[in-house]
């Protein structure tokens, strides 16, 4: 198990190589363009390959990718899933040239709730066109918090969406604990995590589950809010923590916090993880 943070690229690509490395990181996510802009990542094909051998001989862990927030694959605008799709299918052509493991997609949201099925159908279709354009990094469905029009929040939803998206090959699960303990997941409990892990095995995707995103959370579970906290200082806890770290599917994923705060606070959220990845409580 490989414990990192979402690191800053001050500076172009290279600067992940010393944020990842200051704050101690064994494995980090970046943005590959500007996360709250439709602009594609502008990456010269010799830097990207020059970020490749950089980062392989740093020896840092795997690389992952988040596609900007703008992307929504479930939008009810037909124009605006085809620049989401647009915007994915760049970041992933990034992720190849940099010899990044996968790029992060949340599963999207459409209008109300009773139009679900057609969301999660224009969702699969979309994922399907980005996963289409991959060739060795992941596409990896990050689970959504349970907002209105949510496409897939829980396990069964996302065994859902990737049914309808053909399961295809290069299709991965990204699971966020703050996202999930919103849901209502008792993460903050042993047989509540229990339970989450026993439901994505039952739903075949555990050998699909590649990254974890590991945040604590602000709000009490199952209030919808997507507040990320400090690893032990939210209402997951330093327990749940240790108890979801200890699950089987854990052992070949990568852990990435996306907690608020300077490489300072990474450095002590990676810390407190590996400790209680290692049963120190």
């Known amino acids: 198990m490989r414990i990192g943070a979402h690191v800053p690229t001050h500076g172009g690509l290279m600067g992940a190589i010393e944020s990842a490395r200051t704050c101690g990181a064994g494995a980090?996510?970046?943005?590959?363009?500007?996360?709250r802009a439709w602009a594609h990542p502008n990456v010269p094909l010799d830097r990207a390959e020059e970020f490749r051998?950089?980062?392989?001989?740093?020896?840092?862990?795997?690389?992952?990718?988040?596609?900007?927030?703008?992307?929504?694959?479930?939008?009810?605008?037909?124009?605006?899933?085809?620049?989401?799709?647009?915007?994915?299918?760049?970041?992933?052509?990034?992720?190849?040239?940099?010899?990044?493991?996968?790029?992060?997609?949340?599963?999207?949201?459409?209008?109300?709730a009773t139009d679900r099925p057609r969301a999660v159908e224009a969702a699969a279709a979309s994922l399907l066109a980005i996963a289409e354009s991959a060739v060795t990094t992941a596409v990896l469905i990050e689970l959504t918090a349970g907002g209105a029009g949510s496409v897939a929040s829980t396990v069964p939803e996302a065994r859902e969406l990737f049914d309808a998206a053909g399961n295809h090959r290069s299709l991965g699960l990204c699971l966020d604990t703050c996202h999930l303990f919103a849901t209502g997941y008792a993460l903050d409990a042993d047989e509540g995590v229990r339970e989450c892990f026993a439901e994505l095995r039952s739903k075949r995707l555990a050998g699909r589950f590649l990254l974890l995103h590991a945040n604590d959370s602000a709000y009490p579970r199952g209030q919808r809010r997507d507040s990320h906290e400090h690893i032990g200082q939210g209402h997951i806890g330093e327990r749940g923590f240790a108890a979801i770290l200890s699950q089987p599917p854990m052992r070949r994923a990568a852990v990435v916090c996306e907690t608020p705060g300077r490489l300072e606070d990474h450095a002590r959220n990676i810390a407190t993880l590996k400790r209680l990845a290692a049963g120190r409580l």
Do not use: C, K
């Open 28 to 35: 980090a996510q970046i943005w590959g363009s500007n996360p």
């Open 53 to 112: 051998s950089a980062w392989a001989e740093a020896d840092i862990g795997p690389l992952f990718l988040h596609a900007p927030y703008m992307v929504n694959v479930a939008s009810p605008n037909a124009d605006f899933r085809r620049r989401s799709v647009g915007l994915a299918r760049a970041t992933v052509e990034l992720a190849d040239s940099i010899g990044a493991r996968g790029v992060v997609v949340h599963a999207g949201a459409g209008g109300v």
